[in-house]
């Protein structure tokens, strides 16, 4: 098992750099530096900066190869797949100070018992963070979830932390994994999917007003414009006359 989280893990290093256009995007979301804030407020930035202009791209993950394209990369294409945006979630984080790992998740219906490794059979890749000494799994394809949260279909599914240091990744073994932190945002959940709806709705009303009044307004324009004219030919037919 550890060979395969350091041929994994080996694999992800490749790419996983900061380079110029990572580092800008670090301090766009971080303008005041991180001094002043806590573990949870800098990934909770980093998180919402990712769901907030990067674009899932599904993908299966085996046939998108298993290597993550360069942060950079996911950055100015606005575009991943799950293992690419959650190497940029954790390479940002990095740099954020915070403890952060790639996760290989097998999503199928709550996992195998027993899975051989190494294996191709992971299909799903999410993030583990460390916060205030506290443990995290995030899924990062889904807008609809609240920070800190994972959805209902990951519950028991078989996951392998990917360590970078290759000392730890000698003790590695599959877990299953737990809604603890996400039960604790269940409710948060259900209320951000509902205001986001009526967000939505309420643009669409304001949008579809607008074009209306619009309407109206232009038909009024081409009314009056026509009455216009037809007084100036009712002008010139009388005095031609």
Known sequence: MDR???????????????DKVTISTFNEIFPNGITNLSETQRAEK???????????????????????????????????????????????AEKAN???NLVLVLTNDNGLKSLPLP????????????????????????KYL???SLPTSLYKANALVIEFDKIKNENAKLINLSLDNSLDNSK????EIINKKRIRKSLRL????????????????????????????????????
């Open 46 to 92: 980093i998180y919402n900066y990712i769901e907030e202009n990067i674009t899932y791209s599904y993908l299966d993950f085996r046939q998108s190869g298993y290597v993550p394209q360069k942060p950079s990369k996911t950055i100015e294409t606005k575009l991943g797949d799950c293992k690419d945006l959650s190497t940029l979630f954790v390479t940002l």
């Open 146 to 148: 609240p920070f800190k």
């Open 206 to 241: 304001v949008m579809i007003i607008m074009v209306i009044k619009n309407h109206i307004t232009m038909n009024c324009f081409q009314m009056l414009l026509r009455r216009k004219l037809e007084k100036k030919s009712l002008k010139k037919a009388l005095i031609v006359h």
């Open 119 to 142: 294996s191709s059979e992971f299909n799903h890749c999410i993030v583990k963070v460390t916060l205030e000494n506290k443990d995290y799994f995030i899924e990062m394809t889904d």
């Open 98 to 100: 915070l403890k952060s």
């Open 188 to 191: 948060k959940s259900v209320t």
């Open 4 to 18: 395969y989280r350091n041929w994994y893990a080996d694999l992800v290093k490749k790419n996983k750099k900061l």
